[in-house]
């Protein structure tokens, strides 16, 4: 099956600096998500992003499906940016995702 | 428009007990997926429903089991719960295929 990486597993910012949050798949996708996972677990929608650029006022996404990988923009981050950002992939008819291990942001005021 | 509905949202049961998790998609949704996330294997794909068919499994034993009814609705079961079953159980909801999925607040099973 399709193998998803995310990286950096963990980064560390101070309030006010940007990141660049990677996921790199392993085969062509159909269906891309970004989800920020809150601290009570539940997964939100970010970006749904199989191909091209989006933004959403300091986030914004980039996939480029040819060379298999999306990245996601965080820009003048927030203490309230602070948890895990997971990208899930979706190459089959249906709605299986594919998970990456995410990363894990903390934002130091 | 009422989002993706879990319930119970905690739970707490013995080994060897079965358990039954309950997800309601969002209205017009057909496809309802549910997914297991633990601190030692990540976000793993359980199964998928659509139109009270599953149309897709994930690699788990068949202690895992699901159906969905007519509305939609979705109810997953685990059997004979072994204490590697505790975890975040979490259901995602979409139209049909590979389009956006969203996500309800998840059901955490802690087995004793």
Known sequence: ????????????????????????????????????????????NLFYIPSGTKQNGRLSATT??????????????????????????????????TFGEGTQLTVNP | KAGVTQTPRYLIKTRGQQVTLSCSPISGHRSVSWYQQTPGQGL??????????????GNFPGRFSGRQFSNSRSEMNVSTLELGDSALYLCASST?????????QGTRLTVV
Request: aromatic share 14%.
């Open chain 2, 96 to 104: 049909e295929g590979l389009t956006e999925a969203f996500f309800g």
């Open chain 1, 64 to 97: 480029v499906a040819t060379e298999r990988y999306s990245l996601l923009y965080i820009s003048s981050s927030q203490t309230t940016d602070s948890g895990v950002y997971f990208c899930a992939c979706g190459v089959t008819s249906g709605s299986r995702l």
């Open chain 1, 1 to 44: 099956g399709i193998q998803v990486e995310q990286s950096p597993p963990d980064l560390i910012l101070q309030e006010g600096a940007n990141s660049t949050l990677r996921c790199n798949f392993s085969d062509s996708v159909n269906n891309l998500q970004w989800f920020h996972q809150n601290p009570w677990g539940q997964l939100i």
């Open chain 2, 44 to 57: 793993q794909f359980l199964f998928e429903y659509f139109s009270e068919t599953q149309r897709n499994k």
